[in-house]
């Protein structure tokens, strides 16, 4: 069974930076295409950024583009998100996406087969 465990939410206040961590379980993990996504309270996943599985290929979406990082280490299984200059509206719980199928995925969780349990983000003043 395919495993993403996420790591490196807390509480933090307005400009203040987060690093996310998103372990897999696969051996073949270095293969696929990973993404984060984020789910605010009475809002839908919401795509943050993705990565090819050699670390090229990256996308972000317009709202994270300038602050936050997407990048990999294979060799260790994981996925990170440098996220800096943290505002209020990035509160969230943020969540690891793995596929099970080769290739570049978009920005719709239906292209993503494998999830993490999530890590909360919390910006606050």
């Known amino acids: 069974q395919v495993q993403l465990v996420e790591s490196g939410g807390g509480v933090v206040q307005p400009v203040d930076s987060l690093r996310l961590s998103c372990v897999g379980s696969?051996?073949?993990?270095?293969?696929?295409?990973a993404g984060w996504f984020r789910q605010a309270l009475v809002k839908g996943r919401q795509f943050v950024a993705g990565?090819?599985?050699?670390?090229?290929?990256?996308r972000h979406s317009d709202f994270s583009k300038g602050r936050f990082t997407i990048s990999r280490d294979n060799a260790k299984n994981t996925v990170y998100m440098q996220m800096n200059n943290l505002r209020i509206d990035d509160t969230a719980v943020y969540f690891c996406?793995?596929?099970?199928?080769?290739?570049?995925?978009?920005?719709?969780?239906?292209?993503?087969?494998?999830w993490g349990q999530g890590t909360q983000v919390t910006v606050s003043s």
């Open positions: 996406a793995d596929r099970a199928r080769t290739g570049r995925a978009g920005s719709n969780a239906d292209e993503y087969d494998y």
């Open positions: 696969r051996r073949t993990f270095g293969n696929y295409y």
């Open positions: 990565i090819c599985g050699r670390g090229n290929g990256i």
